[in-house]
């Protein structure tokens, strides 16, 4: 029991120190200490270092020879750019799960509510592109997604997820015109995600 608390408090704590990354409240190049962290947490430095590994699977942290650990630096082209590489898992997910399906495979149908990324999840078989796709869906894409509404982001990201999850509910096999439409829509919305997170950032300066 003491064990699986530990867990879930240094997932809470990563998920909690990323943020404050990504929305740049933490500046690129801050060391970040146990010690602080822990007392900050009221925690142990157990789940602290249990964190740092989660933030450093993520890209967010770098661990120097000296052990000492700091922030990554992120400006727009870096967020650009990670968001793009998101974008390019996510279609090769898309491809997997649509390849490996069945045809005789019970065909399970996901609420338009449901994210995408998290669509694919529930759905992927290759353990290498699973680790990829949640490592960014649990990091870049829930912050991005929980940034405030700005100029009607929101609705057009919820009909844009809603699209994405309408055409992989609604489709039988992986073809070339399917691809095209599904990865356009997929760019659209990695995109806009990324736009949600400068925005944050601009607005923490």
């Known amino acids: 029991m003491k064990v699986l608390s530990e867990k879930r408090l240094s997932d809470y704590m990563a998920e909690q120190i990323a943020d404050e990354i990504l ?39 770098v ?20 968001f793009e590489m998101i974008g390019e898992i996510l279609k090769k997910a898309v491809q997997h799960v649509l390849n490996t399906k069945s045809q005789t ?9 449901t994210r995408p990324d998290q669509l694919l999840l529930a759905q992927m078989e290759n353990g290498y592109l699973t680790n990829l796709l ?28 809603e699209k994405i999850t309408g055409a992989l509910n609604g489709a039988e096999k992986y073809t070339k015109t399917f691809a095209k439409a599904v990865n356009s829509e997929i760019d659209r919305w990695v995109l806009l995600l990324a736009a949600q997170v400068k925005e944050e950032r601009r607005k923490n300066r």
Do not use: H, M, W
Not at 31 to 41: G, H, I, S
Not at 135 to 150: D, L
């Open 63 to 82: 661990r120097l020879a000296t052990k000492r650990i700091y922030t990554v630096e992120l400006d727009e082209e870096q967020i650009e750019l990670i």
């Open 105 to 113: 495979e019970e065909k399970e149908v996901f609420s338009t509510e």
């Open 134 to 161: 949640k490592n960014a869906s649990e990091c870049y894409i829930r912050f991005a997604t929980k940034c405030k509404e700005t100029d009607g982001k929101k609705e057009t990201e919820k009909a844009i997820c």
């Open 23 to 61: 929305a740049g409240r933490i500046e690129g190049g801050s060391q970040l200490k146990q010690e602080e962290l822990a007392e900050v947490f009221g925690a142990s430095r157990i789940p602290i270092r249990e964190a740092f590994q989660v933030l450093e699977s993520q890209g967010l942290i």
